[in-house]
């Protein structure tokens, strides 16, 4: 099972919004509702910040949100802050009966 | 407080074998599956597999099938992993999550830094 694609890097400055981009297959992202993202800040354990596809767990703020079209999965950051600076994963359920990550955003708050 | 609480670093020859335990505290052990999920460095995660804690049974990833066992105690709310015949690209930080399904992991330890290394 290949990664997800997601691009190497983004940036964006305080206030704006950003969205990262997850493409899979039919297989993985296109067959199945069960995508998640997970913010992991250096030398921390990845924390779930969305759940099939757009569910926020609780004490998630409000400003990440999720979708999906088609192939590919997105995260989209409002209100950018300091604080959201660091690497993004996004995962999904395959018809492999297994779990595929992404390589991984970073994300640079300028 | 909901935690997953991992064993420490291990130091490993080409060859060993190793057996991560996760203590589980703050919720029904057998309510959840338990997923382990390992890090390369300067890499994305990758799932390793999980286990029906319930139920005791598993499901492994191909490329790790014959050589990873999931457990758990359910006396203790314990998981564990252990990974035979360990080789130099199975150096990674291991972590334990707890999985109530739909492929999500909303749970993690703090992780298990394990180093293979003649």
């Known amino acids: 099972q290949s990664a997800l694609t997601q691009p190497a890097s983004v940036s964006g400055s305080p206030g704006q919004s950003i969205t990262i981009s997850c493409t899979g297959t039919?297989?993985?992202?296109?067959?199945?509702?069960?995508v998640s993202w997970y913010q992991q800040h250096p030398g921390r354990a990845p924390k779930l910040m969305i759940s099939?596809?757009?569910n926020r767990p609780s004490g998630v703020s409000h400003r990440f949100s999720g979708s999906k079209s088609g192939n590919t999965a997105s995260l989209t950051i409002s209100g950018l802050q300091a604080e959201d600076e660091a690497d993004y994963y996004c995962?999904?359920?395959?018809?492999?009966?297994?779990?595929?990550f992404g390589g991984g955003t970073k994300l640079t708050v300028l | 407080q909901i935690q997953l609480m991992q064993s420490e670093t291990e130091v490993k020859k080409p060859g060993a074998s190793v057996k991560v335990s996760c203590k589980a505290t703050?919720?029904?052990?057998?309510?959840?599956?338990i997923t382990w999920v390992r890090q390369a460095p300067g890499q994305g995660p990758e799932w390793m597999g999980g286990?029906?804690?319930?139920?005791?049974?598993?499901n492994y990833a191909q490329k790790l099938q014959g050589r990873v066992t999931m457990t758990a105690d359910t006396s203790t709310n314990t998981a564990y992993m252990e990974l035979r015949n360990l080789r130099s690209d199975d150096t990674a930080v291991y972590y334990c999550?707890?999985?109530?399904?739909?492929?999500?992991?909303?749970?993690w330890g703090h992780g298990t830094m394990v180093t293979v290394s003649s």
């Open positions: 999550t707890r999985d109530p399904g739909a492929a999500t992991f909303d749970i």
């Open positions: 703050g919720y029904t052990f057998t309510s959840y599956d």
């Open positions: 286990m029906n804690v319930n139920r005791g049974n598993t």
């Open positions: 039919s297989t993985d992202v296109g067959g199945y509702n069960y």
């Open positions: 099939e596809v757009s």
């Open positions: 995962s999904s359920y395959t018809s492999s009966i297994s779990v595929v």
